[in-house]
């Protein structure tokens, strides 16, 4: 069973950083594509960025690009999302997802539905004060 385990969330200032991190269990990174989404009180859930660690081909939301960074760790089978110049905008609580390559690129850019996808994670609170 592939589960999926964030961490890494909390409070931070206008301007501050923090990194997220999403741990893959009961398959390896090279076998799924691992994305972020968030989703705010009020709003609908947001693709943020994406990774398939083969080809090391990444996705970034045009909201997000600039600012964060998506990486991955094969020996620790873990996807971290680096969060700088983070704004009370990105204010949400955030997800990872998996699942394979073609159908999560696919949702993070609008052509598929996020419900669709595989597996999420529980989510981890962001939350960045003025």
């Known amino acids: 069973e592939v589960q999926l385990l964030e961490s890494g969330g909390g409070l931070v200032q206008s301007g501050g950083s923090l990194r997220l991190s999403c741990v893959v269990s009961g398959v390896g990174l090279d076998d799924y594509a691992i994305g972020w989404y968030r989703q705010a009180p009020g709003y609908e859930r947001e693709a943020l960025s994406g990774?398939?660690?083969?080809?090391?081909?990444?996705y970034y939301a045009e909201s997000v690009k600039g600012r964060f960074t998506i990486s991955s760790d094969s020996t620790k089978n873990t996807v971290y999302l680096q969060m700088n110049s983070l704004k009370p905008e990105d204010t949400a609580v955030y997800y990872c997802?998996?699942?394979?390559?073609?159908?999560?690129?696919?949702?993070?850019?609008?052509?598929?539905?996020?419900?669709?996808?595989?597996?999420w994670g529980q989510g981890t609170q962001v939350t960045v004060s003025p």
């Open positions: 990774i398939r660690r083969t080809d090391g081909t990444t």
């Open positions: 997802v998996a699942d394979a390559p073609d159908p999560l690129f696919a949702a993070l850019r609008g052509l598929w539905g996020d419900r669709y996808l595989k597996v």
